[in-house]
T-cell receptor, first 111, second 114 residues
Framework: DAKTTQPTSMDCAEGRAANLPCNHSTISGNEYVYWYRQIHSQGPQYIIHGLKNNETNEMASLIITEDRKSSTLILPHATLRDTAVYYCIVRVGGSNYKLTFGKGTLLTVNP | ETGVTQSPTHLIKTRGQQVTLRCSSQSGHNTVSWYQQALGQGPQFIFQYYREEENGRGNFPPRFSGLQFPNYSSELNVNALELDDSALYLC?????????????FGPGTRLTVL
C-alpha cells in the first residue's frame, strides 16, 4: 500500500470548514483513498473513500487531485464533536486488504 | 442493523497469563480484521479472517492467534502476555463482494497487562 503524509495537527474554528490535506504521491491506479477518524479511545470511524472522482456523503466531501497524488477531506461546518485524529489511508479496494494507519492529523475544533 | 461489538470493554491481566477477546461482526459481513493500537500510535494490523480461514497476518508473533465462527464472529487469543501487549484491541468487519469491502470498527477492548 502507498504511504501517506499528513500534517501532525490542525486547528479549526467551530462552524467553519475544516480542510484536511493528505499527500499520497506513490498511489497506484487500483488504490483507493480512505478516510477514518478516531475520537479519543474509541474505535476508528469510517468517513468516506474514493478512487478518482470527488465524493460527498452526509459527513464530508473528498476532493482528489487529477493526478491522484493528493487529496483533501472537507468537513463543511466543523463542530466541537469533530475534534479527533483523522487518518488518510490508501489501499487496494475490493480485496480485503489490511488498513495501514499512519499517525494521522489531530484536528482540534475550537469554540 | 447492529454494528460491530466487542467484549469485554476493559480487561486487566498479569504477565504470562492468557486472554481471549471477542468480536461480533456487523450483520451481513463475512470478514473480521483485528488491530492493536498502542498508546499514541495508529492501529497496527494483526490478522484477518475470511470465511473462517486466516486471510493475511501482520508482524505479530504466533502467540497471537484467532478464530472465526460460522456466524462470522471472531476471537483473538493472546498467550504468555507481555507488558507491551497493553493496548486497545480493535476488530473491524467488512463484506467482500463486488468491490465493496469498507471496514467498520468496533469500540475496542482496552487490555492492561501488569
Amino acid at each position: 500500500d502507498a504511504k501517506t503524509t499528513q500534517p501532525t495537527s490542525m486547528d479549526c474554528a467551530e462552524g467553519r470548514a475544516a480542510n484536511l490535506p493528505c499527500n499520497h504521491s506513490t498511489i497506484s491506479g487500483n488504490e483507493y483513498v480512505y478516510w477514518y477518524r478516531q475520537i479519543h479511545s474509541q474505535g476508528p470511524q469510517y468517513i468516506i473513500h474514493g478512487l478518482k472522482n470527488n465524493e460527498t456523503n452526509e459527513m464530508a466531501s473528498l476532493i482528489i487531485t487529477e493526478d491522484r497524488k493528493s487529496s483533501t477531506l472537507i468537513l463543511p461546518h466543523a463542530t466541537l464533536r469533530d475534534t479527533a485524529v483523522y487518518y488518510c489511508i490508501v489501499r487496494v479496494g475490493g480485496s480485503n486488504y489490511k488498513l495501514t494507519f499512519g499517525k494521522g492529523t489531530l484536528l482540534t475544533v475550537n469554540p | 442493523e447492529t454494528g460491530v461489538t466487542q467484549s469485554p470493554t476493559h480487561l486487566i491481566k498479569t504477565r504470562g497469563q492468557q486472554v481471549t477477546l471477542r468480536c461480533s461482526s456487523q450483520s451481513g459481513h463475512n470478514t473480521v480484521s483485528w488491530y492493536q493500537q498502542a498508546l499514541g500510535q495508529g492501529p497496527q494490523f494483526i490478522f484477518q479472517y475470511y470465511r473462517e480461514e486466516e486471510n493475511g497476518r501482520g508482524n505479530f508473533p504466533p502467540r497471537f492467534s484467532g478464530l472465526q465462527f460460522p456466524n462470522y464472529s471472531s476471537e483473538l487469543n493472546v498467550n504468555a502476555l507481555e507488558l507491551d501487549d497493553s493496548a486497545l484491541y480493535l476488530c473491524a468487519s467488512s463484506h467482500l463482494a463486488g468491490g465493496g469491502d469498507t471496514q467498520y470498527f468496533g469500540p475496542g477492548t482496552r487490555l492492561t497487562v501488569l
